[in-house]
């Protein structure tokens, strides 16, 4: 298959030009979508939606308490699933929970969900990769400046743009409690990265990550180009979509308000993985879902 989208096979970066819709369903068909047209031409320029009050003070109240008790459960858990801080052994994520939590199951499923995904790529969909993300206050750390896409298609086989994430407030975001940061219009532009991909990187990079971090003169460039930095705050139970190109990060969390939030990753059944780009071997299935790819789709 072409590479498209090459990256991490140069020795300085290169700003390519998109090669993907952004919204994968005909425009004409906007009047069927589970979203107003305005909150499509949103995404469509932006790259990101966020929807308010999504969900219920009682269905956040359930996955609260859901993400606390797994996260209980695993602090003696020695597994690559949980992924400890770098410096210490607070949990910084759990993968692969909507397999291996039924609860988390559910929401994965949830139909709200799905026909919102669904429309904005295309097709019936499937989870390529979920976790829980905890940052707690005072020692929660930051997430470098990153686009999903360039590690999903370098290091995971994804061969074109159109995967959407999903994250899951379940803390109130404010400005200043390490939320995330989206640097709108950045989706159009794909920034080929430099550095060899080793084997077996995601049990650094699932910490700290160092390839695929886009240079700092291409972000000043994507920021100048989409005029600034996003930053949506607002209550627990808010979602916020963004496409799988879309530049985002976010800062350590230095006040007393924890940040968490549930996060998955929907990708077309049309979008397959094959092998990785990188041209080494497959990252586990926790974190890249081949063998459940098919048993994941949705009308």
Known sequence: MKDLYPSRKKNKPEILERQDPVIHTDRSKDHEAPISKDKLNFYEKNGFLQIENFFSEQEVSQMQKGIFELQDDSRDTFSDKVVREPQSDEIRSIFHVHEDDNYFKDVANDQRILDIVNHLLGSDVYIHQSRINYKPGFTGKEFDWHSDFETWHVEDGMP???????SIALSDNYTFNGPLMLIPGSQ???????????????????????LGVPDHDSLRWLAE????????????GSITLFESNTMHGSNGNITPYSRNNLFMVYNSVENQLVKPFSGGKERPEFIAVREGAKSFSHS
């Open 160 to 166: 074109r743009m159109r995967a959407v994430s999903l």
């Open 188 to 210: 159009n532009y794909y920034v080929s990265c430099i550095g060899e991909t080793p084997d077996d990187n995601y049990k650094e990079s699932l910490q700290k990550q160092k």
């Open 225 to 236: 180009k989409g005029e600034g930095i996003s930053v949506p705050t607002g209550k627990a």
